[in-house]
């Protein structure tokens, strides 16, 4: 595998399920974000850690839950959904310090909450 | 980080170059540009980025402006597949990287 996988791909859950997405990155990257996009919204930055300790909190709500165990993988996990929450959610890695930064991206999990 | 601003769409013929600009007048000093593509419910790719040269990879060339206020992408000969959303962000490369993302330009490649 290369480069920043997701899964699972596609997810449907009812409201009190629990669930969680899983990110891994296979670049050596040291940082690594959640994004939400909502339908016809542009991303919205959730998430970001920063060798593996979290570094920004974007006023999500707590049933969306992040876990880092490491700089290569990122979790997820989802509680008590609401339908509004439907939306494609991203996962991107990075390196910080020297160089461009620039973040790879997964392919996402489409997550439909009923 | 600085605004951004982007036309909402934009059409071009398949085999010529594809201009998108970028308006970020309140950009700092130290701010670079980033761009990237988001293809339909894809993750987004990156791109290119700069800060005041103009830049070229093999994927497209980045033109700012001596005053830096705006920048054009340019795709030198633009096929079906680069039918996408063109993402324009501006941010200090140190920190945590947070990058806010636009609206973009949804650029459509006609055969």
């Known amino acids: 595998e290369t480069g920043v996988t997701q899964t699972p791909r596609h997810l449907v859950m009812g409201m009190t399920n629990k669930k969680s997405l899983k990110c891994e990155q296979h670049?050596?990257?040291?940082?690594m974000y959640w994004y939400k996009q909502s339908a016809k919204k542009p991303l919205e930055l959730m998430f970001v850690?920063?060798?593996?300790?979290?570094?920004e909190n974007n006023s999500v709500p707590s049933r969306f839950s992040p876990e880092c165990p490491n700089s290569s993988h990122l979790f997820l996990h989802l509680h008590t959904l609401q339908p509004e929450d439907s939306a494609l959610y991203l996962c991107?890695?990075?390196?910080?310090?020297?160089?461009?930064?620039?973040?790879?991206f997964g392919p996402g999990t489409r997550l439909t909450v009923l | 980080d600085a605004k951004t601003t982007q036309p909402t769409s934009m059409d071009c013929a398949e085999g010529r170059a594809a201009n998108l600009p970028c308006n970020h007048s309140?950009?700092?000093?130290?701010?670079?540009v980033y761009w990237y593509r988001q293809i339909h419910s894809q993750g987004p790719q990156y791109i290119i980025h700069?800060?005041?040269n103009n830049e070229t990879n093999e994927m497209a060339s980045l033109i700012i402006t001596e005053d830096r206020k705006s920048s054009t992408l340019i795709l030198p000969h633009a096929t079906l597949r680069d039918t996408a959303v063109y993402y324009c962000?501006?941010?200090?490369?140190?920190?945590?990287?947070?990058?806010?993302f636009g609206t973009g330009t949804r650029l459509k490649v006609l055969a």
């Open positions: 670049l050596g990257h040291n940082a």
């Open positions: 991107a890695s990075s390196h910080l310090g020297t160089g461009g930064g620039e973040q790879f």
């Open positions: 962000i501006v941010r200090v490369p140190s920190g945590t990287y947070k990058y806010i």
């Open positions: 309140t950009i700092s000093g130290n701010e670079y």
């Open positions: 850690y920063n060798f593996k300790e979290q570094t």
């Open positions: 700069g800060l005041k």
